[in-house]
Each structure stands twice: as structure tokens, then as C-alpha cells.
């Protein structure tokens, strides 16, 4: 079966996601594919070009929120518009050497994204919509509530409200600065109370987000985002 897919090689371990993604849309272009057409399945990337199923997964939903393909439940990935190695849009990227200007740096984009889009989602967010942001959230809320940070959850609460926006570019951008933004979410500085503060806002966007409030909605984005900056000031001294 792999020989079908010989156009595919084994890459380094090192940048792993992003080399992969180069790499799918390079083999996509040079195999003739077209919109329209069913890609190589998951199995077929992992083994052609020796990442794990994470990996692969990872890189086609960042390709799906770019719009390049659609993943269809039991039928396949399919592909939604041409594409190649020098046209795909790749992450942007941040110098973690220096992660206090990197980090204020990326909440200045922060704001005017996440507000803009938490005002948006209040007013065309469906009921599907708030159902998916209020999972989100009380998953946010039990690990808070059992290891005192929120992590990846909060990031998922975030994402679930970009959706909320019926808006496709909310998350292509997010993904173009994928990597910047999960910085946020790593513990920055080492410390786990980091924008803790913050917790209860999240709350009140849902809300405001409920109740289609958008102009509250605006003010507890930036709510939150005024205590990140403040943390990330204080705990890098």
C-alpha cells in the first residue's frame, strides 16, 4: 500500500508539525489532486511519512480551519481548494528567548481579535453554538477547580466561542498564530497561577454571550486580557 504514496519520505523529529504540514501540501500538488478529490488516509500519511496519528490529525484540522480540506465522519478527508508547499499559510511564530515581549507582543493582537469575536459570537451564536461553549467552559472549570490552572481548556472555551462567530477567518487567523497563542497556556514563567485572576470572567463572557449581549461580551474578553497583561508584567520582574 505504501509504495502507492512513494512520493511521501520520513522527516525529522525536530519541528515536527510544521514539516509535515509542508509536506502534505507539497505531495497533495505534485500527486495532480483537485478539489473535490478524496486524499490518502490517515494510516497512509502516518506510515509514508513516519509521524504518529497525532501529528497528522493535527496538521489536517489546522488545514481544515485554513480551508484547504474537509474532513467528512466515514467517508474521508477531502480536499476543498488546490494547494501547495509554497501557498499553504504556515504559523507564525514567536522568539520564546524572549517571552515577556513575546507575550505582550501577542496580546496586543489578542485584542482586538478575541474581543471583536466574543462580540460577534453573542450576537450569532445558535443554541448548538452555546451548548459547545458551556461544555467548554465547565471542562475549563473542573480542572481550575481541581489543579487551581486551566490549561488546554482554555483554549478550547476560546476556540468553541470563535466558532460561534459563523466566521471562517476568526479561526485561520487563530490558526496563523497558533503557536504564539498557546504560549499563553504552557505556564509561562513557571507559575501556575498565571492570569488565574482571570477565571471568573470566563464565566461572565458565557453569559454575556447568552444573553447576546455583545458590547459586555467585549468588556469581559478585555477583562481577562487586562489581568493577563498585568500577570505577565508582575511575574516576569
Known amino acids: 500500500?505504501?509504495?502507492?504514496?512513494?512520493?511521501?519520505?520520513?522527516?525529522?523529529?525536530?519541528?515536527?508539525?510544521?514539516?509535515?504540514?509542508?509536506?502534505?501540501?507539497?505531495?497533495?500538488?505534485?500527486?495532480?489532486?483537485?478539489?473535490?478529490?478524496?486524499l490518502p488516509a490517515e494510516r497512509e500519511f502516518m506510515e509514508g511519512l513516519a509521524v504518529g496519528r497525532s501529528t497528522v490529525r493535527e496538521v489536517i484540522r489546522q488545514l481544515q480551519a485554513l480551508g484547504i480540506v474537509e474532513s467528512r465522519k466515514g467517508s474521508g478527508t477531502y480536499l476543498l481548494r488546490g494547494v501547495s508547499a509554497d501557498t499553504v499559510h504556515?504559523?507564525?511564530?514567536?522568539?520564546?528567548?524572549?517571552?515577556?515581549?513575546?507575550?505582550?507582543?501577542?496580546?496586543?493582537?489578542?485584542?482586538?481579535?478575541?474581543?471583536?469575536?466574543?462580540?460577534?459570537?453573542?450576537?450569532?451564536?445558535?443554541?448548538?453554538?452555546?451548548?459547545?461553549?458551556?461544555?467548554?467552559?465547565?471542562a475549563m472549570e473542573a480542572v481550575h477547580h481541581s489543579e487551581g490552572t486551566a490549561g488546554p481548556q482554555d483554549l478550547a472555551f476560546h476556540l468553541a466561542v470563535y466558532d460561534a462567530t459563523h466566521n471562517p477567518l476568526f479561526p485561520q487567523l487563530l490558526e496563523q498564530?497558533?503557536?504564539?497563542?498557546?504560549?499563553?497556556?504552557?505556564?509561562?514563567?513557571?507559575?501556575?497561577?498565571?492570569?488565574?485572576?482571570?477565571?471568573?470572567?470566563?464565566?461572565?463572557?458565557?453569559?454575556?454571550?447568552?444573553?447576546?449581549?455583545?458590547?459586555?461580551?467585549?468588556?469581559?474578553?478585555?477583562a481577562i486580557l487586562d489581568i493577563v497583561e498585568e500577570d505577565i508584567k508582575e511575574m516576569s520582574k
Do not use: C
Not at 91 to 103: K, Y
Open 90 to 138: 504556515m504559523p507564525l511564530s514567536f522568539d520564546s528567548a524572549r517571552l515577556r515581549n513575546a507575550l505582550l507582543q501577542t496580546l496586543d493582537v489578542r485584542r482586538g481579535l478575541e474581543a471583536e469575536a466574543s462580540a460577534i459570537a453573542a450576537l450569532r451564536r445558535s443554541d448548538d453554538d452555546l451548548k459547545e461553549i458551556e461544555v467548554k467552559l465547565e
Open 1 to 38: 500500500m505504501i509504495e502507492a504514496y512513494s512520493g511521501m519520505k520520513p522527516l525529522p523529529k525536530s519541528d515536527r508539525a510544521r514539516s509535515v504540514m509542508t509536506a502534505m501540501a507539497d505531495f497533495i500538488a505534485r500527486s495532480g489532486y483537485k478539489p473535490g478529490d478524496r
Open 177 to 222: 498564530m497558533r503557536e504564539a497563542f498557546e504560549s499563553f497556556w504552557e505556564q509561562p514563567f513557571e507559575r501556575s497561577d498565571f492570569a488565574r485572576r482571570s477565571f471568573p470572567f470566563h464565566r461572565e463572557l458565557y453569559d454575556a454571550i447568552a444573553a447576546r449581549d455583545a458590547e459586555a461580551a467585549r468588556r469581559k474578553t478585555l
